[in-house]
């Protein structure tokens, strides 16, 4: 089965609801599950659980059968994304703009070529579509 995983901010920002839209088009376009993820900071004291994130979308969305939810605990989101997606074989990645840039910042570290979506490309074997509001 295809599997499209989408990383979000809770509470749903704006950026965050348009990156899951995209998300949910695409998981319904291509007969995919789909991964909402959230990653919870272990340096935060802000905890969201599974059932939190799941409200918070479906309140927005409505009810998608097609979808679960996870809140794993992190010290880097994009390292924890970057695990989950690896874990979980994904086909595909959406990302928000805002996130795309931390990741290329978070890529210039390791490489010398900071795009963002050739690397994630290459090391995850997955697309990346890049949503914006």
Known sequence: MTLVVVPVRYPLSEHSRATVKRAID????EEADLTVLHVNLY????????TELKR???R??????FARYV???GFLVEETILDEVAEED?????IGQKQASR???????LVDDPDIED???????????TASP
């Open 90 to 94: 994904a086909d595909f990645v959406v």
């Open 43 to 50: 340096q935060s004291d802000q905890r969201v659980t599974r």
């Open 26 to 29: 695409l998981a319904r376009d």
């Open 60 to 65: 927005e969305f409505g009810r998608l059968d």
């Open 119 to 129: 690397f994630l490309r290459r090391e995850l074997d997955c697309q990346v579509i």
């Open 56 to 58: 918070a979308v479906e």
């Open 103 to 109: 990741w290329r910042s978070m890529v210039r570290r």
């Open 71 to 73: 809140a794993r605990p």
